[in-house]
Structure formats: structure tokens, C-alpha cells
């Protein structure tokens, strides 16, 4: 029974870290990446679209992303979604292309962005905290219906603690490379 428990657990604790790794890859860093524009919705016949969807996005070596939209009526939504977003950069509209320069960032935009990203982790590591929590008042009430023992729910305890460890320092480290990447030039 307890087992369970704990598969199920490790389920929602996985899938913790991977919403954050994907939070992650929608943060904006010092350098372009067409990931950033999955969020970017822009209305493509009356249905908000993310931009992705209607265009080719590539990155060039300028720190440019170029946006290529496979119908060319599109393109001024696509340039009123970006200014609309909180990207915090101008579009470039040559009539083709949409162009997104990426200057380097100050010291202080990437102290701010490694701020956002640390309280992106923590929100992590409290949604596995709540997890383990939930988990272990499950085991409780198993305890308390003598469906397990005292010690079963003892060492229950002990194996969630563990996996809890895990996958807080997992969150740990994906902020840790995000600070690294960040702080980058």
C-alpha cells in the first residue's frame, strides 16, 4: 500500500520539475530563443495562435530571432502579440520578416531575471513539499485504520523524505544552470 503511496508521489513530484523546467525554458535570458515565443499568442483569423504555430522561428548568430510567418497577412498580429507580451522587446517589421534583436543585458535586467528565476524554484520545491505532505496524511490514515503499521508508516516517512530530498535538489539544479545560463555572456 504504501508503495502506491509512493509511486504516486514520485509521479507528481516528477511532473513538478518538468512544469518548472518548462517554465524555465519561457524565462527570458540574455540570449534569444525561439521557446520564448511559445506563450506569445497571436490572433490568426479570429484564434489566438501561439506565434509558433504560424511561422518559422530561427535565431541568428546577431542574438536576432527571426520570425518568418507562413502567411504574410499575419504578420502585423504577430507584431502586435509580441509588443503585447511581456517581452520587453521592439519587433522589427520589414514587411517579411519579423526581427527580434536581443541586446545584451545590463547587470541589473539579469539580477532581476535570476530573481524571477529563484522564486520560479521555490514555487517548485513547495509544490513537492505540498506533495509530500498530502502523501504522508494519506499514510497517516492508512496507520489509523490498520491498514499499516506504526512502523510501516515510519519507515513510509523516512522513503518520502528521500524522495523529497531528490527532487528539491533537482529543482535545485535546474535553477542553478538557469542562474548560470542568465548570468552568461
Request: charged share 35%; no cysteine; aromatic share 6%.
Amino acid at each position: 500500500m504504501t508503495n502506491d503511496l509512493l509511486k504516486e508521489a514520485e509521479k507528481r513530484m516528477k511532473k513538478s520539475v518538468e512544469k518548472i523546467a518548462e517554465e524555465y525554458s519561457h524565462l527570458r535570458t540574455g540570449r534569444p530563443s525561439p521557446a520564448l515565443l511559445e506563450t506569445v499568442k497571436a490572433d490568426y483569423y479570429g484564434v489566438p495562435t501561439p506565434v509558433n504555430q504560424m511561422a518559422s522561428v530561427n535565431v541568428t548568430e546577431e542574438r536576432t530571432l527571426l520570425i518568418k510567418p507562413w502567411d504574410k497577412n499575419t504578420l502585423s498580429s504577430i507584431e502586435k502579440a509580441i509588443l503585447k507580451s511581456n517581452l520587453d522587446i521592439t519587433p522589427l517589421n520589414d514587411g517579411n520578416i519579423i526581427k527580434l534583436n536581443f541586446p545584451i543585458p545590463t547587470t541589473e535586467q539579469r539580477e532581476r531575471w535570476v530573481k524571477i528565476s529563484k522564486d520560479v524554484a521555490e514555487n517548485g520545491k513547495i509544490a513537492i513539499r505540498n506533495i509530500r505532505r498530502d502523501i504522508i496524511r494519506e499514510a497517516r490514515d492508512l496507520e489509523k485504520n490498520k491498514e499499516i503499521t506504526e512502523d510501516d508508516l515510519a519507515r513510509f516517512q523516512e522513503d518520502i523524505q528521500e524522495l523529497t530530498d531528490k527532487y528539491v535538489s533537482e529543482m535545485d539544479e535546474l535553477f542553478s544552470r538557469k542562474e548560470k545560463e542568465i548570468m552568461e555572456f
